[in-house]
């Protein structure tokens, strides 16, 4: 029994809105302490039950995003200057099919190739073509594959030979802030901590955050709620719930956030034409933790 002057403990279920409050004012859980429960974390669980993901599911996620790893790291063995962003495009595609997958990206809303391939300023979606990678580039090759109608999608940076001391910063920035993006990620969460801490690695490096652009649910289709800002305040946003699958894929620039887009629709370069760096991870929320699925 409660004693006078004593706060009653939550309640194991989630009160409906026009029932008596638990903390016993006599009031309706709604003009109570619905809103201050709404803003714990602590209370979180009462927002949203865990997403329950069945053995085949949780095997087809484990096998693509393992299929999407395996494609990067081909990727990264084979990348040199001297080869066309094309033919980048074209081990993608054959080793995507090899191995029983399909490119997501290939006729993704009318996108014309199998990988995006972001070279220097491009922040995003840089459509593979006849562009030659020279020393000193950096470019991002962004991986999607859907493997019996599970998609995986992971992306990184590569620097072409030696490189300026600002690609290498920028490169070395937008890795780590996919780390502290990953590390801020905890069951009953907040989506916007894991943009706040990005945010404030990258700005603390004098680097800024894309803000257009953001990571996205993943699983049986290729995006998903929820959406994940890769900029925002701690314990803001939708609440991070095991079962959960979502990328963490910050795009960080040298210089200004703002951007164009070119006139295929697609490309996303930056304003002042300083570099832009990317990484990315899809990963899975577990009751304990994070797994990340494609590292």
């Known amino acids: 029994m409660t004693q006078v002057g004593e706060v009653p403990a939550r309640p194991q279920t989630k009160p409906q809105r026009n029932e008596p409050c638990w903390c016993g004012s006599g ?27 069945s053995k085949e599911f949780i095997q087809g996620m484990e096998a693509t995003c393992k299929l999407a790893k395996a494609t990067l790291d081909m990727v990264a063995e084979n990348i040199r200057v001297g080869i066309t ?29 199998s990988t995006c391939t972001s070279l220097n300023e491009v922040i995003c979606h840089g459509i593979p073509g006849e562009t030659v990678l020279k020393e000193g580039d950096i470019i991002n090759v962004d991986i999607t594959c859907n493997l019996n109608g599970y998609f995986g999608d ?26 502290k993006g ?31 652009f953001v990571g996205h649910g993943i699983g049986q289709a290729f995006h998903e709620e929820p959406q994940v800002p890769h900029f925002g305040k701690k314990g803001t946003g939708p609440i991070i719930v ?5 990328t963490i894929e910050p795009m960080i620039n040298l210089g200004t956030k703002d951007l164009i887009i070119l006139d295929d629709d697609w490309t996303a370069v930056t304003k002042d034409g300083k570099l832009s760096a990317q990484f990315e991870h899809t990963i899975f929320i577990t009751e304990s933790g994070v797994k990340v699925m494609t590292k």
């Open 154 to 179: 992971t992306s990184r940076t590569f620097l072409m030979g030696e490189c300026s001391d600002d690609a290498k910063k920028i490169c070395s920035v937008a890795e780590v802030c996919l780390e």
């Open 85 to 113: 962003t094309d033919r980048i495009n074209t081990w993608v595609h054959d080793y995507t099919l090899d191995h029983g997958a399909i490119p997501a990206t290939l006729n993704y809303k009318g996108y014309p190739k």
């Open 242 to 246: 095991p079962g959960m699958y979502f």
């Open 27 to 53: 009031k309706k859980y709604k003009k109570c302490h619905l809103k201050e429960d709404e803003s714990k974390q602590d209370f979180a669980p009462f927002q949203r039950a865990k997403i329950k993901r």
């Open 182 to 212: 990953i590390a801020a990620v905890r069951p009953y969460g907040r989506i916007g901590d894991i943009g706040a801490a990005i945010q404030e690695y990258a700005h603390s490096m004098n680097c800024s955050v894309v803000e257009k």
